[in-house]
């Protein structure tokens, strides 16, 4: 009996130590995305067919935004909201960046995703790339994006993309500052952008 207490209380102790580590461990990678830039480094194509980094998302608090223009809904939605919204918090355009990244980069060329978004708004710029890079970009950026082939449940015969539908918000450093979720209401996400700005 006594061998046995003495091991529950080894148990307990060793158990309270791995909470203690784990607690630690979620704290530092919390103040690790607080205070470094979100997602990973890349080079890109933005929609004027220039080269683009994670810089871009550093120099000014940015709306960042995930799709493709094939997306029959939620892209274009999404986008014609975002260029209301950023017009209304930052009149001149100045203090507040926003783009779109296309997650279906073998049919969105930058100039064709370029040409879509200047159709619904000036206030977003567009980047696309190699697959493979683009990919890279969107694992780091923890974006969720799948391929959804043709079957009986899309019948016009091309395939579509499912992807994270959220606006990510990124202060001036780059770092994460939060999301506007699609559908959000108006004067929520408008008061996010707006805190935004702020810092």
Excluded at 78 to 93: I, Q
Excluded at 161 to 170: G, I, K, P
């Amino acid at each position: 009996m006594k061998s046995f207490r003495i091991a529950l209380w080894v148990a307990v102790v060793a158990l309270a130590g791995v909470l203690v580590w784990l607690t630690m461990e979620v704290t530092r990678s919390k103040q690790n995305l607080a205070e470094g830039a979100f997602g990973v480094p890349f080079q890109l194509v933005a929609q004027n067919g220039q080269p683009i980094t994670e810089k871009a998302f550093q120099e000014k608090p940015t709306a960042l935004f995930f799709g493709f223009t094939h997306c029959p809904e939620v892209c274009p939605t999404t986008l014609f909201e975002l260029n209301g919204w950023m017009h209304e918090v930052d009149p001149d355009g100045t203090r507040l960046n926003g783009f779109f990244v296309s997650v279906d980069p073998e049919r969105d060329s930058p100039e064709l995703l370029g040409q879509y978004i200047s159709n619904v708004t000036d206030r977003v710029k567009g980047i696309s790339g190699p697959p493979e890079k683009v990919a890279e970009m969107i694992k780091g950026f923890k974006v969720y994006a799948k391929k959804v082939p043709v079957d009986e449940k899309n019948p016009n015969g091309d395939y579509t993309m499912d992807h994270t539908a959220s606006v990510f918000l990124l202060d001036k450093g780059g770092r994460f500052a939060g999301t506007i979720a699609y559908g959000e209401n108006t004067d929520v996400a408008k008061t996010k952008l707006k805190n935004l700005i702020k810092g």
